[in-house]
């Protein structure tokens, strides 16, 4: 029995190991994350979606619509893992400015380029 829950212990260790790794990785990625500014003036009429592949924690996709050159909703498709709602507030932010150049949610400086980079990617499509 007690192998067992040492065998268990090993492997949680290593999951958890693996994890962390694989989270860091990622952390740094999202950081060096580049937003490009975005003429929300120049949009093209229509519903648009985009992604930004993040791997499991980073991951994250919108719905964007334009109309009359201006981004009136943005829609969380799938939210960044544990963000849904700080998303939802860096989305309203957009919308609100007709910008991707926003302040930073307190403490979600990661979320915001990840949210940021699925909005610019569905806005490629848009100009």
Same mark, same amino acid.
């Given at each position: 029995?007690?192998? !067992?829950?040492?065998? *268990?212990?090993?492997?949680? =260790?290593?999951?958890?190991? *693996? #994890?962390r790794?694989?989270? @860091?990785?990622?952390?740094?990625?999202?950081?060096?994350?580049? !937003?490009?500014? =975005?003429?929300? $003036?120049?949009?093209t009429?229509?519903?648009?979606? @985009? &992604?930004?592949?993040?791997?499991?924690?980073? /991951?994250?996709?919108?719905?964007?619509?334009?109309? /009359?050159? &201006?981004? !009136?909703? *943005?829609?969380?498709?799938?939210? !960044?893992?544990?963000?849904a709602? #700080? +998303? &939802?507030?860096i989305?309203?932010?957009?919308?609100?400015?007709?910008?991707? +150049? *926003?302040?930073?949610? $307190? @403490?979600? $400086?990661? #979320? %915001?380029?990840?949210? %940021?980079?699925?909005?610019e990617?569905?806005?490629? #499509?848009?100009?």
């Open positions: 029995m007690l192998k !067992i829950v040492l065998w *268990i212990v090993v492997a949680l =260790v290593a999951v958890s190991g *693996i #994890t790794a694989l989270d @860091g990785a990622g952390r740094r990625t999202v950081a060096s994350l580049k !937003i490009r500014p =975005v003429d929300f $003036s120049a949009l009429d229509g519903v648009y979606a @985009g &992604r930004y592949d993040g791997g499991l924690r980073w /991951s994250n996709s919108v719905e964007v619509v334009v109309q /009359s050159g &201006r981004v !009136i909703t *943005i829609k969380v498709l799938k939210a !960044i893992l544990g963000q709602g #700080t +998303e &939802r507030k989305v309203e932010r957009v919308v609100d400015s007709q910008s991707l +150049e *926003i302040d930073a949610v $307190s @403490g979600a $400086s990661l #979320t %915001l380029k990840a949210s %940021l980079k699925a909005v990617n569905a806005l490629e #499509t848009a100009r």
